[in-house]
Nanobody, 120 residues
Framework: VQLQASGGGLVQAGGSLRLSCSRS????????MAWFRQAPGKEREFVAI????????AYADSVKGRFTISRDNPKNTLYLQMNSLEPEDTAVYYC??????????????WGQGTQVTVSS
């Protein structure tokens, strides 16, 4: 499975971006997908997770209420809608795919990352 992340860019604080992650193959019914991010000098951290079949979601406390993870089944695409962006959200964002519901980075497949920069 190949994952292709896109949609990053430079935005002012308070602005919005929508990240996309397209899959090369239709996911298994048991698939779980997630977004992670890594800021300079920091470890990669969990952002949001979704169960592909049911659409169940969960979020890191730092983004809850501002970010929304979703998926489009026919398009085999994962999204991350990011609103009310803060400079602290600046990071490279990665999408990941696996079969375990986990906030650790124990996923089978990873996208290449897309840079999000939020200016103050």
């Amino acid at each position: 499975v190949q994952l292709q992340a896109s949609g990053g860019g430079l935005v002012q604080a308070g602005g919005s971006l929508r990240l996309s992650c397209s899959r090369s193959r239709r996911p298994l019914t048991s698939a779980v997908m997630a977004w992670f991010r890594q800021a300079p000098g920091k470890e990669r951290e969990f952002v949001a997770i979704i169960r592909w079949k049911s659409g169940s979601t969960a979020y890191a406390d730092s983004v809850k209420g501002r970010f929304t993870i979703s998926r489009d089944n026919p398009k085999n695409t994962l999204y991350l809608q990011m609103n009310s962006l803060e400079p602290e959200d600046t990071a490279v964002y990665y999408c990941a795919s696996g079969t375990r519901w986990t906030t650790s980075d124990d996923y089978d497949y990873w996208g290449q990352g897309t840079q999000v920069t939020v200016s103050s």
